[in-house]
């Protein structure tokens, strides 16, 4: 995923970049960069953050650099923000996005004769690099930001810091969020709606699908309106979204909160079935509280997250060290655990590695029974948008394993469609095999329509792909 953030201030701008940038770790666990320009010009910082946070980091960076206008990121991969030099001029870039057609967009690029790559390890190309690439085949920057989106099969949004201002262009379809806060000395934009309340600005504006603004000090200045088609994800508010953070109007928490509570409508279970239900830390947490209302059953904490030197689950990178993190950093609280009969609800189950060491891990404490509620449907397929999902193939998501050994890998679309459909024969079958084999008591996930409901947002603005492969 990622995440950024940017300021355009009348006062130096570093204090209020370092600490909106850091209101976006959960989104990114790899790279973090700043860049400012002022009176000395470009300065930039980029660092790695797999075994520290971003603050003690960047520590060094919030004395020395100085500037009025700046940019920062949390990345997942690659290492940005880039200093580019242009027949536009020199600039600093950074992005949130997904290229699937990053080869032969570079092939063509060095075909044509215009440049080279630097490759990273493991010989992928730095998808920012490939993006401001593409923005210098346009005579202007903003031609090149539009260029740059009609080529990418993805989705890419883009913060551009030149000494004018700073160019704030969200996805073409609005996948990602994009916001504009205003304080007394000038003006913010960020991924996360939240990230700078605390910093003294309030919400201003936010962008809709393709818009494109310049930033300054000064003010902000619409300079390609958005267009009608929105396809936000969301997943953002089921899992990737801060609780605090709202989109579309919709805040995230009150969206987890409806979420369990429609989900506990359509269950139907009781005190007579269980004892306590609890959110497997942090993202199922408002989920479990909604359910728990809802249900009239107890929430309960029956294990708990250390999280002072552990910020995320996913960190680091390696899957198999990822679970491994992820089982270190629950503590069962044994009281609340032993003969209980637990339903528990997590965000989602993608490989269903680590909620299968999450159920043993309960029984071993001494659980009666364990049902599981995903918040979210059966993921079918690999996002293709917002890196959501670290798969290297679509045969990791533990729904197409089981798709697989019942039909082989090549799937027609419509049977797997079929198997997304709540109402079949396949979906139940599907379920059965996937709680025998992560060892659940029961399983039941939840609805797409219920789910979208949740959101309450029109269905054609969100984007559902990873459940139902709809574009």
Known sequence: MGGFFAAASKVDCVFDLFFGTDYHSHLGTRRAGMVVYGEEGFNRAIHNIENAPFRTKFEKELKDMTGTLGIGCISDYEPQPLIVRSHHGTYAITTVGKINNYAALADEIIDNGSTHFMEMSGGTINATELVSSLINQKDNIIEGIRYAQERIDGSMSILLLTPQGI???????????????KGEEGFVASFESFAYLNLGYRDYHELGPGEICIMTPEGVQVLSKPGSKMRICTFLWVYYGYPSAHYEGVSVEEMRYNCGKLLARRDGMTKADIDIVAGVPDSGTAHAVGYANESGVPFSRPFVKYTPTWPRSF?????????????????????????????L????????????????????????????????????????????SRSNSEMELIARQVISKEEGENVERAILEDYANPDSDRYHMMLDRICKQLGFTSLRYNRL???????????????????????
């Open 167 to 181: 160019y704030c262009a969200r996805d073409k379809v609005g996948r990602t969020p994009l916001f504009i806060g």
């Open 315 to 343: 960190m680091p990178t390696i899957q198999s060290k990822r679970n491994l993190i992820a089982k270190m950093k629950l503590i069962p609280v044994h009281e609340l655990i032993d003969g209980q009969r637990m339903l």
């Open 345 to 388: 609800i997590d965000d989602s189950i993608v490989r269903g590695t680590q909620l299968r060491e999450t159920t043993e891990f309960l029984y071993d404490s001494g659980a009666k029974e364990v049902h599981v509620r995903p918040a979210c449907p059966p993921i079918m397929f690999g996002c293709k948008y917002i890196n959501f």
């Open 449 to 471: 329509d219920d789910m979208i409901e949740a959101v309450g947002i029109d269905r054609d603005k969100l984007c559902t792909y990873c459940w139902d492969g709809r574009e």
